[in-house]
């Protein structure tokens, strides 16, 4: 890895799609993703377990050269991105928050629906952001316990999709935030499930945007390198990798100890 090239990690896939996007703004930048699929799903862990997850894997990236890191997991950041700032000062660090804000400048009816693990609604930072930005909305917070890991093992989600989400709408919901980033992978399933009259947010493409601006402009009009590393099994990784983004990529096992 060179330096000043930006990491990427989740417990799994998801954070591919903050890689999709992130690539598509910032074409030259080097590109590394670290898929910690030994300790995937971190949603049904502890959040002290996630925090020492997000640590290892931030120092390794960093290790690496890495001068920016996307905590492209909204459980890792629930865990440990406050810590992680403070722990490496001079680092940056993208981390992701459930996109209540613009729900609650979308809603209609003044009821939202965040889909998100264990993990994420028993950390500070999401109680934080309701009480920022949620002041007078209904907020139900709906854990999906086994939809990340579904969507991991690319098993058919279509039950898990319709149960959380007709909970959500049936309490009164008109906008629906995608709280985990595996879950951008079924929102066209989240969409249907939900009906027309509901909007759902994917916050993706405003956290690319967010490590654009933290980068600032450093394109050099050359394609950055990409690699996608995983804790777990390359060849399973790679095969992933392919089912959820169309192109076959070479895959590295890595050890991160933490
Ligand atoms: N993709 C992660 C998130 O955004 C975690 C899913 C999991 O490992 O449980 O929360």
Redesign the pocket.
């Known amino acids: 890895m060179t330096p000043g090239s930006i990491g990427i990690f989740?417990?799994?896939v998801?954070g591919l799609g903050i890689l999709r996007e992130v690539q598509a703004l910032l074409p030259s930048a080097n590109l590394v993703y670290v898929a910690d699929q030994a300790y995937?799903?971190?949603?049904?862990r502890g959040l002290a377990a996630v925090r020492a997850r997000a640590f290892a894997v931030s120092e390794y990236l960093i290790d690496a050269g890495a001068t920016t890191v996307v905590v492209a997991?909204?459980?890792a950041s629930a865990a440990a991105l406050h810590e992680l700032r403070e722990r490496f000062p001079a680092m940056s660090f993208v981390g992701?928050e459930p996109a209540v804000k613009p729900a609650v400048g979308a809603t209609q009816r003044g009821t939202i629906g965040v889909l998100?693990?264990e993990a994420?609604f028993q950390g500070e930072l999401f109680a934080s952001v309701v009480d920022r930005h949620a002041r007078g909305v209904s907020v139900v917070a709906r854990a999906c316990p086994g939809l990340?890991a579904a969507i991991e093992d690319g098993d058919d989600v279509d039950d898990l999709v319709h149960r959380f989400t007709a909970d959500v709408v049936g309490r009164g919901a008109d906008t629906i935030v995608l709280g985990?980033?595996?879950y951008s992978f079924v929102a066209d399933q989240i969409r249907t499930a939900a009906g027309s009259g509901v909007r759902v947010i994917d916050p993706a493409p405003a956290v690319a945007r967010q490590v654009k601006r933290v980068r600032g402009d450093r394109g050099t009009g050359e394609r950055g390198g990409m690699s996608y590393l995983t804790t777990g099994d390359a060849s399973r990784f790679a095969d992933q990798v392919e089912r959820l983004t169309g192109v076959r990529r070479p895959a590295q096992a890595v050890e991160i100890g933490g």
């Open positions: 989740d417990s799994g998801g995937s799903p971190y949603g049904e997991c909204n459980s992701m998100a693990t994420t990340a985990c980033t595996h």
